[in-house]
C-alpha cells in the first residue's frame, strides 16, 4: 500500500519541511527533493515490513521515520483515524519524538514503538566479500539498457560525435526520451560501444583495486521498485571523480555478485540513504554542497 492510498496527507510534500527540522542536520538535495524520495520509499517498506504500528485503541498509527534528533532521539510519524468516511481511513498529523509534548503524548498509547525497517540481512550485502572477486558484466548491454545514466559527454567522445544527446532541459522530457531511444539503436552497431565498454571494465578493475584499501567504497543500498539490496560500486571513466555507480547484487546460490544496473552518483545517494547516512568519500563529493 503507497503513502496516499493510506492516509490523506495534508498539502504534501510541505510536511516534510518540519522532519527536516526535527531530523539531524543533513542536506537532502534542492527543494528537498531526497528528502521526498526517502520518505516515500521508507514508508513503503514499512509497509512491506509490518511495521507499521497500530494503537490498542485503533485510533493512531505511527512509523519509525529511520532518522533521529540531533540528540539522538529518535523520529516518528504520527496518523489518526480519519473522520472522513469518503477518504482515506488515516489520517497525518506530523512528526515527533517520544518525549515531545503534544504529539508526543500519543505514543504514550503504544505498548511498544515500532523499530526501524531493515534492508540488509546479510554480511555481503553490507560489504564486498573479495574473496569472490568482480562481478562479470556485460557492458554492452548495460551501456543500452541504462543510456541515460551515462554522461553524455563520455557518449560522444567514445563515438567521436557521432553520438551526441541533448540537454534534457533543453528539448523537453518526452523529446529527450526519444533521443535516447534513436541513441540506443545507434550505439548498438557503433564502434564506440566497445570503446566504452572496454573503459568501464577499467574502470572497475581500478574500484577493485581501490576496494582492498577502503572497504566502504562499496556503499549498501536500496533498490526501492525492485525492493532488494545492492552495491554501489564507483566507477571513474575519463574523470577524477566517479561519474557512474554500478550496482551489484550478492547471489547466494552462486556465490557471487552479479551486476544489476548503472546510477548516476545522486541516485547511488539516494538508494544509499534508505540503508543508513552515507559515508563514502565519493559519494558525499557529488551529492553534498560545499560548504
Known amino acids: 500500500m503507497r503513502l496516499f492510498d493510506f492516509a490523506f496527507v495534508p498539502n504534501y510534500p510541505e510536511p516534510l519541511e518540519r522532519l527536516k527540522q526535527l531530523a539531524e542536520t543533513e542536506y537532502w538535495g534542492r527543494g528537498g527533493r531526497m528528502l521526498k524520495s526517502y520518505f516515500n520509499h521508507m514508508f513503503d517498506k514499512v509497509m512491506d515490513d509490518g511495521l507499521m504500528t497500530i494503537a490498542p485503541n485503533g485510533d493512531s498509527a505511527v512509523f519509525h521515520t529511520g532518522l533521529q534528533t540531533d540528540r539522538l532521539q529518535q523520529l516518528y510519524a504520527v496518523f489518526v483515524k480519519n473522520e472522513r468516511d469518503d477518504a482515506q481511513e488515516w489520517f497525518f498529523r506530523g512528526f515527533t519524538t517520544e518525549n515531545n509534548v503534544g504529539l508526543g503524548e500519543v505514543l504514550n498509547q503504544f505498548d511498544e514503538l515500532p523499530e526501524r525497517p531493515r534492508f540488509l540481512i546479510r554480511c555481503e550485502q553490507a560489504f564486498y566479500d573479495l574473496r ?146 552515507p559515508e563514502a568519500t565519493w559519494l558525499l563529493k557529488g551529492n553534498i554542497p560545499k560548504t
Not at 562479470?136 to 563515438?159: H, K
Not at 528539448?171 to 565498454?197: C, F
Open 132 to 277: 569472490v572477486g568482480p562481478p562479470e558484466c556485460n557492458w554492452p548491454e548495460l551501456i543500452l539498457d541504462n543510456i541515460s545514466r551515462v554522461p553524455r559527454l563520455l557518449i560522444a567522445e567514445a563515438t567521436q560525435g557521432r553520438i551526441e544527446l541533448p540537454d534534457m532541459r533543453d528539448v523537453g522530457k518526452e523529446a529527450y526520451i526519444e533521443s535516447l531511444e534513436v541513441a540506443a539503436d545507434v550505439l548498438r552497431d557503433d564502434p564506440g560501444l566497445a570503446i566504452l565498454s572496454q573503459e568501464m571494465e577499467l574502470a572497475l578493475n581500478q574500484a577493485m583495486d581501490q576496494l582492498t584499501l577502503d572497504y566502504k567504497l562499496a556503499v549498501p543500498t536500496w533498490h526501492a521498485k525492485e525492493r532488494f539490496p545492492a552495491l554501489a560500486l564507483p566507477l571513474r571513466i575519463g574523470s577524477k571523480e566517479p561519474n557512474i555507480a554500478l550496482a551489484v547484487s550478492w547471489n547466494a546460490e552462486a556465490g557471487s555478485y552479479e551486476p544489476v544496473n548503472l546510477l548516476t552518483p545522486e541516485m547511488a545517494y539516494n538508494n544509499a540513504r534508505l540503508v543508513a547516512k
